[in-house]
């Protein structure tokens, strides 16, 4: 392709909005354009990224025995009111009515519309397992869109969906799927971790998030660092045995905090350790009142209160929900002497406090030398803190280090969550009717797209793996006006396409300098560039990754170009 004919828009300065790496340099580079906020244009640069993406996305699921369909963006509000998450799914769903006031969604995942496809032409257990899948723009009303394609609006996602006759089958898919995607990281040269995850609107269990290790990354990463074991900090199990202080039991007193609400505040004012205080937090599960009590030096994790407490939504209550439950306002909290409405669950490492400290329910009120089970009763101890860094592994391998992450693609085992609310049946092998087993899979592939370019870039530009460059190589012309330089360039940009490679050929009547930099922001693997040696016949090529460059006669470059690929 000739650069003079082709559109890539580059830019010297940083669009000022763009805080993320990939945002600043895909829009510099001329592969992105914003539209509306978190709304993008691909241009050609860019497409071409993204069809090498997809076409690696392709050849793993259609080498596992995929099938790929394509389904509307536009689904009837009646099927998501079958599933119950219209109501549940939360604002960021799309809502929209026509012209004869149906109601309808714009398509932010499918397992209502795929569910009913089955659940209207698959009857019996022998149509099955069967996994389709699609590659499809999505829509979600981010309330904050941000880092460009990290966190947009509308974006194109790779979704699948396994239907299975039992648990085992979906074990199996689920498995092989899993793979799938490790391989469709791997070939986009991405440094990234599985990592258990929380299902959250989605429902199911078993689930994994594949995250690419990066600081801009939302996701907060556990992981091991003498093993494989990664989760998702909201999702990994604390597994400490906690041994009581031998220490003598003090009576119980109360103490006047003035203005002294966190937990830092009152420990410093009281002179102790936040070990030893009891942080309160009332929290309003599926709208019943719950008192969640931590250590202090503990923070309570929500999605592990959810999960304990088997509800939909858990959400802090508010100050007027506090004062009217517990008579008193946030930061003077505590468990003794409750009304009996309210729940009381505390994390294992409450049991180690001794003469610790509580709120009194009280303003500017606080117990000391308070004991568990001794001055207030818990109904239930259960894992509800977040781990942290320096805690055991949980698979009792080295300890848990944190890192930043992307997440680039989920994968879930809903089990009959959607089959048995859309009434997606089939006979079994004995004749009895029995729902579908399903499980539902997604690679956000624009976001991949700059996770990529958030990992793989330096001072310069970006620095496209070979798997996903839009081009192999640029071929840049010093100076067109020369005819040396322009014969020997025609010349190769020629050969070189008859011999397969795809190259991007600067042609412009621009300065070298601009040639050199262009280059670099778009970083094409390779870079071939035809200089003042042409007329002897020599050229330099330059590996964009390592900056490595090296002098060779033209005849040897195809020969370079296929050791260089064929070693990627």
């Given at each position: 392709?000739?650069?003079?004919?082709?559109?890539?828009?580059?830019?010297r300065?940083?669009?000022?909005?763009?805080?993320?790496k990939?945002?600043?340099?895909?829009?510099r580079?001329?592969f992105?354009?914003?539209?509306?906020?978190?709304?993008?244009?691909?241009?050609?640069?860019?497409?071409?990224?993204?069809?090498k993406?997809?076409?690696?996305?392709r050849?793993?699921?259609?080498?596992i025995?995929?099938?790929?369909?394509?389904m509307?963006?536009?689904?009837?509000?009646?099927?998501w009111?079958?599933s119950?998450?219209?109501?549940t799914?939360?604002?960021?769903?799309?809502?929209?009515?026509?012209?004869?006031?149906?109601?309808?969604?714009?398509g932010?995942?499918?397992?209502?519309l795929?569910?009913?496809?089955?659940?209207?032409?698959?009857?019996?257990?022998?149509?099955?397992?069967?996994v389709?899948?699609?590659?499809?723009g999505?829509?979600?009303?981010?309330?904050?869109?941000?880092?460009?394609?990290?966190?947009?609006?509308?974006?194109?996602?790779?979704?699948?969906?396994?239907?299975?006759m039992?648990?085992?089958?979906?074990?199996?898919?689920?498995?092989?799927?899993?793979?799938?995607?490790?391989?469709?990281?791997?070939?986009?040269g991405l440094d990234?971790?599985?990592?258990?995850?929380?299902?959250?609107?989605?429902?199911?269990k078993d689930t994994?998030?594949?995250?690419?290790?990066?600081?801009?990354?939302e996701?907060t990463?556990?992981?091991?660092?003498?093993?494989?074991?990664?989760a998702?900090?909201?999702?990994?199990?604390?597994?400490?045995?906690?041994?009581?202080?031998?220490?003598?039991?003090k009576?119980?007193?109360?103490?006047?905090?003035?203005?002294?609400?966190t937990?830092?505040?009152?420990?410093?004012?009281?002179?102790v350790?936040?070990?030893?205080?009891i942080?309160?937090?009332?929290w309003?599960?599926?709208?019943r009142?719950?008192?969640?009590l931590?250590?202090?030096?503990?923070?309570?994790n929500?999605?592990?209160?959810?999960?304990?407490?088997?509800?939909?939504?858990v959400?802090?209550?508010?100050?007027?929900?506090?004062?009217?439950?517990l008579?008193?306002?946030?930061?003077y909290?505590?468990?003794?002497?409750?009304?009996?409405?309210?729940?009381?669950?505390?994390d294992?490492?409450?049991?180690?406090?001794?003469?610790?400290?509580?709120g009194a329910?009280?303003?500017?009120m606080?117990?000391?030398?308070?004991?568990?089970e001794?001055?207030?009763?818990?109904?239930?101890?259960e894992?509800?803190?977040?781990?942290?860094?320096?805690?055991?592994s949980?698979d009792?391998q080295g300890?848990?280090?944190?890192?930043?992450?992307?997440?680039?693609?989920?994968?879930?085992?809903?089990?009959?969550?959607?089959?048995?609310?859309?009434?997606?049946t089939?006979?079994?092998?004995n004749?009895?009717?029995s729902p579908?087993v399903?499980?539902?899979?997604?690679?956000?592939?624009?976001?991949?797209?700059?996770?990529?370019?958030?990992?793989?870039?330096?001072?310069?530009?970006i620095?496209?793996?070979?798997?996903?460059?839009p081009?192999d190589?640029h071929l840049?012309?010093?100076?067109?006006?020369?005819?040396?330089?322009?014969?020997?360039?025609?010349?190769?940009?020629?050969?070189?396409?008859s011999?397969?490679f795809?190259?991007?050929?600067d042609?412009?009547k621009e300065?070298?300098?601009?040639k050199?930099t262009?280059a670099?922001?778009?970083?094409?693997p390779?870079?071939i560039?035809?200089?003042k040696r042409?007329d002897?016949?020599?050229v330099e090529?330059?590996?964009?990754?390592?900056?490595?460059?090296?002098?060779?006669?033209?005849?040897?470059?195809?020969?370079?170009?296929?050791?260089?690929?064929?070693?990627r």
């Open positions: 392709m000739r650069q003079s004919k082709f559109y890539i828009p580059t830019l300065e940083v669009p000022a909005d763009a805080e993320a990939s945002h600043q340099l895909l829009v580079a001329g992105i354009r914003q539209s509306v906020s978190g709304v993008y244009s691909f241009l050609p640069l860019g497409r071409r990224v993204l069809r993406l997809e076409t690696i996305i050849e793993e699921m259609d080498g025995g995929s099938q790929e369909v394509l509307p963006a536009l689904q009837p509000s009646e099927l009111e079958e119950g998450r219209w109501r799914y939360g604002p960021e769903l799309m809502r929209l009515n026509d012209r004869h006031d149906r109601t309808f969604a714009l932010a995942t499918h397992e209502e795929i569910t009913s496809l089955l659940r209207d032409e698959v009857k019996s257990y022998k149509r099955l397992p069967m389709l899948y699609q590659i499809q999505k829509f979600r009303d981010e309330k904050r869109p941000r880092f460009g394609l990290l966190r947009g609006r509308e974006f194109i996602m790779k979704d699948a969906y396994s239907f299975d039992d648990e085992d089958g979906l074990d199996q898919n689920y498995d092989e799927i899993f793979k799938a995607y490790q391989n469709v990281f791997k070939r986009c990234f971790r599985a990592v258990i995850a929380d299902s959250g609107a989605m429902g199911g994994h998030e594949f995250m690419v290790l990066a600081e801009i990354g996701d990463i556990a992981y091991s660092n003498e093993s494989d074991y990664a998702n900090v909201e999702m990994a199990p604390v597994k400490i045995s906690y041994t009581k202080k031998e220490e003598e039991q009576d119980l007193s109360k103490v006047h905090t003035p203005d002294r609400k937990i830092k505040d009152v420990a410093d004012y009281l002179n350790s936040s070990e030893d205080c942080k309160s937090l009332l309003m599960v599926d709208d009142p719950v008192l969640v931590s250590r202090g030096d503990h923070e309570i929500d999605i592990k209160v959810k999960n304990v407490m088997d509800a939909e939504t959400e802090l209550a508010t100050e007027e929900q506090t004062k009217e439950i008579g008193c306002e946030t930061g909290i505590g468990p003794i002497d409750v009304p009996e409405s309210v729940t009381v669950i505390a294992y490492a409450v049991t180690s406090v001794v003469n610790g400290v509580c329910n009280e303003r500017e606080h117990f000391e030398n308070v004991n568990p001794r001055d207030f009763t818990v109904d239930r101890y894992d509800l803190r977040f781990i942290q860094e320096g805690d055991p949980p009792g300890t848990i280090v944190f890192a930043r992450g992307i997440e680039v693609g989920h994968v879930f085992k809903l089990g009959t969550r959607y089959s048995e609310a859309l009434g997606a089939i006979l079994d092998k004749g009895k009717s579908i399903m499980g539902s899979y997604g690679i956000g592939v624009s976001r991949t797209m700059a996770a990529v370019v958030e990992q793989l870039h330096d001072e310069n530009g620095l496209w793996p070979t798997s996903l460059a081009f190589a840049i012309c010093v100076n067109p006006k020369n005819a040396s330089q322009s014969e020997k360039a025609e010349a190769l940009y020629n050969d070189l396409k011999q397969g795809d190259v991007l050929y042609d412009r300065r070298a300098g601009v050199f262009d670099d922001l778009i970083g094409l390779i870079q560039i035809v200089g042409a002897e016949g020599i090529v330059k590996e964009r990754k390592t900056g490595e460059k090296e002098e060779m006669s033209i005849d040897e470059v195809n020969a370079f170009l296929r050791t260089f690929f064929s070693n």
